[in-house]
C-alpha cells in the first residue's frame, strides 16, 4: 500500500496555515467487517460504540500523546508506536507539513481486541480531525491509505474493511487492494443491527493465523455465490436475500471455535427473528440483522443472559447502518 500513499501529491492538498491553540473534537464509529462471506472486502458502520480524538496545535512540530482513556493502560503513549498518531505522520509527511506541531488525546469509547474496529476508529478520527484542522477539502478517500498503515501497525495486515466503512460511513465493498478500489453499497432502510460483545480474548493476529491458505473450489464458488447474493440484496432492497446469502463456510468454521456458545447464541438469534447470525471482524464479537429495533433488542439482551448463565461478561450495542462516518463534536 506504500504507492497509494505516495501517489497523494502535496499539490492536490488544499491545506490552510495553523496557528498555536487551534483544536477540535471527532468522533469515529466502529465497523462490523467481513459481513460473515466478505473476508476483508465487506463492512458496515454503526452508530455506536466508537472512539474519540481531540487534537490540538501547539507551537512546537512533532506530535505528542498526552492522554489515553479508556484502554486499562494497554496503548501506547509513544507517538512512534500509537497507531493514531503514526497515521497522522504518514499524512503530514504526504504534503509536506511535518512542521505542525500537535497534541493528541485519545478517549476509548468501545472495547479494545472486540472485532468491532477499535484501532480503526482510533485511526479514523485522528486523520478526519487532522484533515479538517487543515481545512483540507480534497475528497476523504486520500485519508484510506494513510488509515491503512494504522491497521498495518495494529494487526500486521492493512485491510481496509475496516477503515473504509468508518471513514466513509454506510455499507462498502473493497473490491480490489491493488489498485484500491472502494465501492459504497445501497443497504434497506429499516435493516438493525444487533450487536454482542463477549467478554473474552480473541487477538487479530491469532485469528488470522487459523484461517485455512488453501480452500477446494467448490468452496470457493459456494462463497463467491454467497458474496454476490449478498450484494445483489443490498442493492434490490430485498431482506430475505440478505439473509439467505450471509452464509460462510471459508472463515465462520474456523474462527467460531474461539468463540463460546457460536452455535448456540446463531440458534437463539434466529428463532428470534434474526435474518443472519455472524462473527465481525475476527471476533469475539457476534452481530445478527433484524427487520426492526425490536427484534434487535430482544436477540441482544437473550445472548446477554445466556452468556451471563455460562459466566461470561458482555457488551451490547444495537444500531442501524451509520452512514455519516466520523464527525466533528466540537
Known sequence: MENNIQEIKTSTIK????????????????????????????????????????????????????????????????????????????????????????????????????????????????????????????????????????EEMACGHGHADNVAPALFGGFVLVRSYEPLDIVRLPHPEGLYCAIVFPDVDVPTREARQIIRKNIQMKDAVTQWGNIAGLVSGLFMNDIDLIGRSMKDILVEPVRSMLIPDFYKMREMAMELGAISFGISGSGPSVFAFARDEDTANRITQRLQQHLTGISIGSNTYVSTINDKGPRVLG
Open 15 to 150: 491545506a490552510s496555515p495553523l496557528g498555536g491553540g487551534g483544536g477540535i473534537h471527532v468522533f469515529a464509529p466502529a465497523t462490523v467487517a467481513n459481513v460473515v462471506c466478505g473476508f476483508d472486502v465487506l463492512g458496515f458502520a454503526v452508530n455506536e460504540p466508537g472512539d474519540e480524538v481531540i487534537m490540538r496545535v501547539t507551537g512546537k512540530p512533532g506530535i505528542t500523546i498526552s492522554k489515553i482513556t479508556g484502554d486499562d493502560g494497554r496503548l501506547p503513549l509513544d507517538p512512534a508506536k500509537n497507531t493514531v498518531s503514526v497515521s497522522v505522520q504518514h499524512y503530514l509527511n504526504s504534503i509536506g507539513r511535518a512542521d505542525i506541531g500537535l497534541n493528541i488525546e485519545l478517549h476509548k469509547k468501545m472495547p479494545i481486541g472486540s472485532g468491532l474496529g477499535s484501532s480503526s476508529a482510533s485511526t479514523v478520527a485522528g486523520l478526519f480531525a487532522i484533515k479538517t484542522l487543515l481545512g483540507d477539502d480534497t475528497d476523504p478517500s486520500n485519508l484510506l491509505p494513510f488509515a491503512m498503515k494504522g
